[in-house]
């Protein structure tokens, strides 16, 4: 739906209330509605909400990305929120590629005539496997925490969203972009998720779990959402 110049995702839920978000990195707008609002009355909605949409949108697209990484020696990588400096190190084309990683230096051994696609990849592994294993432990923390049994969880590169979570499946996805991001983020969202285990939208029950089970769970996600780079450095 487009509301005087401005392109808005309509998501219609069995929800009571309308919410309305800007999410980056580029300012894509969102409103989650009742399943019987009609058309005029969330045109109405949104226009009366246009001048907060555009300051967002605006704050979001101003703020600094990441350059596309080139995986030669020098440039930072981030995992979890550490910043490493690559070092890249040329090996014979029988050489076993690898990464060995320690203090604030990230080593990438690779083969004589690797691309940077190639070094990208490799580094990318890396950094999916390590948040692999963080979510394991957090979620292993929290569902003993709320004393549930653990969904099924996975990895998967998504535009838009840090998780999604399907309660008829209780199956949670994780945006492979997280392997960047500051362990208390991660955390973040795996609450997040787990709790729409318990309430689909975003409404005052939502929150109010959240709140009970991270106090300062929006600091988090302004510090997660502010968190602006293209999907692993490129």
Known sequence: MKVLGVEVEVERKPIKNTHLSVYPPNGRVHISVP?????????????????????????IRSQPRQTRREYVSGESIY??????????????????????????????FVREGS?????????????KEMLKLELERLMGKWCAELKIEEPSWRLQRMK???????????????????????????EYVVV???????????????????????????????????????PYGR
């Open 115 to 127: 691309s940077r696609d190639h070094r990208g990849r490799i580094v990318e592994s890396w950094q």
């Open 192 to 230: 997040h998720e787990l709790t729409h285990l318990d309430v689909a939208n975003h409404g005052a029950e939502f929150q109010k779990l959240m709140s009970t089970r991270l106090v300062h769970h929006a600091a988090l996600r302004r510090e997660l959402n502010d968190f602006i780079a293209l």
């Open 35 to 59: 399943e019987g609002l009609s058309d005029k009355d969330i045109r109405s909605f949104i226009v009366s909400h246009l001048a907060w949409v555009r300051r967002e949108v605006k704050r």
């Open 160 to 186: 838009s969203r840090w998780g999604s979570c399907n309660r008829t499946k209780r199956a949670i996805i994780f945006n492979t972009a997280l392997a960047r991001v500051p362990s208390r983020c991660v």
């Open 79 to 108: 995992c979890l929120g550490k910043r490493y400096r690559l070092s890249i190190t040329v090996e014979d084309k029988g050489a076993v590629e690898r990464i060995a990683w320690g203090g604030t230096t990230l080593r990438l």
